[in-house]
């Protein structure tokens, strides 16, 4: 049973580009939440997709989109990227809505320079 | 809001002895109540969970947690640690079936150290 898996693992990027980071929620689970994790610091949440919506958002600024597919993955896309966009971000999945169990990925570390 | 603190950032046990992570919750209603521990570089694991019932919960890797509604707290104990439990702890509180606030709410983390 494969559990959640994320992509890419490392990425760099420069100020001011855009990145698409990319989730597959563990079988069976058709909920996926994304938390940025700067370094020192717990997990803060950005949003949450369920049925191909957005169902809560975090205190992050509009730069921070995201998308779920049909088949349940996801995509976190950061436009206009700035230096304290640099973190360790993580794919969270978990079945149906409410704040239950929610098993995390690996996460992808992104640095912006 | 929900909150959670953590009050120890780090803490060293020697292998072998008893451990205790301490967690502190602020939630207006029935919290449901998590521990995860992240190694170095990875993602977070599961350690137990509490919604509801007995407030004395077990979980993997021999680690337990007690749930006390009157002091708002939910710590982490185990009994007899080992090399291998070294790594980052985090408390989490969620609002369970709160229509609209399915997010968990994270503490800063206690970081382990276990000596020899």
């Known amino acids: 049973d494969a559990g959640v898996t994320q992509s890419p693992t490392h990425l760099i990027k420069t100020r001011g580009q855009q990145v698409t980071l990319r989730c597959s929620p563990k079988?069976?689970?058709?909920?996926v939440s994304w938390y940025q994790q700067a370094l020192g610091q717990g997990p803060q949440f950005i949003f949450q997709?369920?049925?191909?919506?957005?169902?809560q958002r975090g205190n992050f600024p509009d730069r921070f989109s995201g998308h779920q597919f049909p088949n349940y993955s996801s995509e976190l896309n950061v436009n206009a990227l700035l230096l304290g966009d640099s973190a360790l971000y993580l794919c969270?999945?978990?079945f149906g809505t409410g704040a239950y169990e929610q098993y995390f990925g690996p996460g992808t570390r992104l640095t912006v320079t | 809001a929900q909150s959670v603190t953590q009050p120890d950032i780090h803490i060293t046990v020697s292998e072998g002895a008893s451990l205790e992570l301490r967690c502190n919750y602020s939630y207006g209603a029935t919290p449901y109540l998590f521990w995860y521990v992240q190694s170095p570089g990875q993602g977070l694991q599961l350690l137990l969970k509490y919604f509801s019932g007995d407030t004395l919960v077990q979980g993997i890797k021999g680690f337990e947690a007690e749930f006390k509604r009157s002091q708002s707290s939910f710590n982490l104990r185990k009994p007899s640690v080992h090399w291998s439990d070294a790594a980052e702890y985090f408390c989490a509180v969620g609002a369970g079936s709160d229509f609209g606030n399915e997010k968990l709410t994270f503490g800063t983390g206690t970081r382990l150290t276990i000596i020899p």
């Open positions: 997709y369920y049925e191909e919506e957005e169902r």
């Open positions: 079988s069976g689970h058709d909920t």
């Open positions: 969270a999945s978990s």
